[in-house]
């Protein structure tokens, strides 16, 4: 079999020069292994480093957050400030990574109005470029848990957002100085260059929001900050998502194509990547739900807008399906992100030529016991669960250095965290009733 019948084994280069040796991306996934400084620590090593084996042609890691203020979440990987940071343990991470001549690429982040309590006072918000708050859901428990959780973010003042381009900037420089091969900046899932892109978030009237092309001067900024200060050979990307424009979503449809040919005209980028849907299954299959016709439509117009480097992150399990995605133009490179926390090697599995198309695919797998969440009253629960379970599986491999488990259920994880938790406690309990015993003698 020849490159040419299998795309997914082509070459590609991007226009900072980087070359890739093929077409599969390891996609961005959030590792929650950050602990104590959260910076790169044994764990973190080890998840990529089997990666690392797996021969993908480009490697994304997760949120990498560019202030230690404003996380999506308190185990994240984060940028400290000057006087924590540990160089020598960055640079370790960029070697495991790339060990096995994989480039990888950094995803950094703020989180902005979705940045929980945790590393500022309870009296701090979060930071935004209108104080529009959170939505997730419409009831008294969803609401309760927004308001103590996270909060109403402030209008940022331009020298917050001053401030905000530089922590973007000082950590690409950071990413640069350290071995990476790029960064991708994290632009969807309403973090904080996603807010500003849209007027449903940004209700700004100054040169930062009035107008359509206003809310990108706040990514521009960043863009050309970063390619006055990195080698030219240091890659740049941004990361989209298809349901940040679909009905309901951060930006209305006919301002997001404006706002792509925006980004394809002012240079400075050398990919994008796109989730948020299913594309192989359904460009497969007579079966197809709105939200994976809205990602595929998405796709075909964001092709057509852009000439960028287009990764493709979003339901691809089989070779044929990605054979099929490239072949068409739909995209120059496949994302793969939940498959490979189950088969680290998969890449390997679909570029072996020896391996029937029937046969080079991803292991198939459900989740046991997700029904029970969709009676939980808060927004998207089952869609978080599933992102935990993949993530148990994640720690399976980089905490307790065991394989994945595709049959582990989600009730018996929880109970097993309950019981561990518990079992941490006895001597507490055990203390404690020590000292009431003693106290009646």
């Known amino acids: 079999m020849s490159q040419n019948e299998m795309p997914i084994a082509q070459p590609f280069e991007l226009p900072c020069g980087l070359k890739l040796s093929n077409r599969i991306v390891k996609a961005p996934m959030s590792e929650m292994l950050g602990s104590g400084d959260n910076q790169p620590n044994e764990y973190i090593y080890r998840l990529y480093e089997r990666w690392a084996k797996g021969s993908f042609g480009l490697m994304l890691t997760g949120n990498v957050q560019v202030d230690e203020r404003y996380p999506g979440l308190m185990t994240d990987m984060m940028i400290p400030s000057k006087d924590k940071l540990d160089i020598n343990k960055w640079k370790q991470y960029a070697n495991i990574c790339q060990s096995h001549g994989t480039p990888t690429i950094v995803q950094i982040n703020h989180a902005g109005r979705q940045s929980p309590l945790g590393k500022r006072s309870f009296r701090e918000p979060p930071i935004a470029p209108s104080p529009i708050p959170l939505s997730?859901?419409?009831?008294?428990?969803?609401?309760?848990?927004?308001?103590?959780?996270?909060?109403?973010p402030i209008e940022m003042t331009r020298?917050?957002?001053d401030e905000a381009v530089g922590k973007f900037v000082e950590a690409t420089e950071f990413m640069a100085k350290v071995g990476f091969a790029g960064v991708e900046l994290h632009a969807s899932y309403g973090y904080l260059i996603s807010s500003f892109l849209s007027s449903k978030t940004n209700r700004r009237n100054d040169e930062y929001g009035a107008t359509s092309k206003d809310r990108m001067r706040f990514l521009f900024r960043i863009i050309d900050a970063i390619r006055a200060i990195v080698p030219q050979t240091f890659a740049v990307g941004i990361k989209l998502n298809s349901t940040d424009f679909s009905t309901g979503g951060l930006l209305e449809e006919e301002e997001v194509y404006d706002q792509i040919r925006?980004?394809?005209?002012?240079?400075?980028?050398?990919?994008?990547?796109?989730?948020?849907g299913t594309y192989e299954h359904n460009t497969r299959s007579k079966r197809t739900n709105r939200l994976d016709t809205n990602f595929i439509e998405f796709v075909a117009k964001v092709r057509k807008t852009t000439k960028i480097a287009l990764i493709v992150t979003g339901g691809f399990r089989t070779r044929e399906g990605m054979n099929d995605a490239i072949r068409s133009d739909a995209c120059d490179f496949v994302g793969i992100a939940r498959p490979v926390c189950i088969q680290f090697n998969l890449p390997q599995i679909l570029l072996n030529r020896n391996i029937p198309d029937n046969d080079a695919r991803a292991m198939?797998?459900?989740?046991?016991?997700?029904?029970?969440?969709?009676?939980?009253?808060?927004?998207?629960?089952?869609?978080?669960?599933?992102?935990?379970?993949h993530n148990w599986q994640l720690h399976r491999v980089a905490i307790e250095n065991r394989e994945p488990d595709p049959t582990l259920s989600i009730h018996g994880k929880i109970f097993s965290i309950f019981l561990t938790k518990f079992k941490k406690m006895i001597p507490l309990f055990v203390l404690s009733f020590a000292i009431l015993y003693a106290s009646f003698l």
């Open 136 to 152: 997730i859901g419409d009831n008294i428990f969803a609401r309760t848990l927004q308001y103590l959780v996270i909060g109403t």
């Open 159 to 161: 020298a917050q957002i």
């Open 262 to 276: 925006w980004i394809d005209e002012h240079g400075g980028i050398d990919f994008i990547e796109i989730s948020g």
């Open 364 to 389: 198939r797998y459900n989740i046991r016991g997700i029904q029970l969440f969709n009676l939980i009253p808060i927004k998207d629960i089952s869609s978080t669960i599933r992102v935990f379970w």
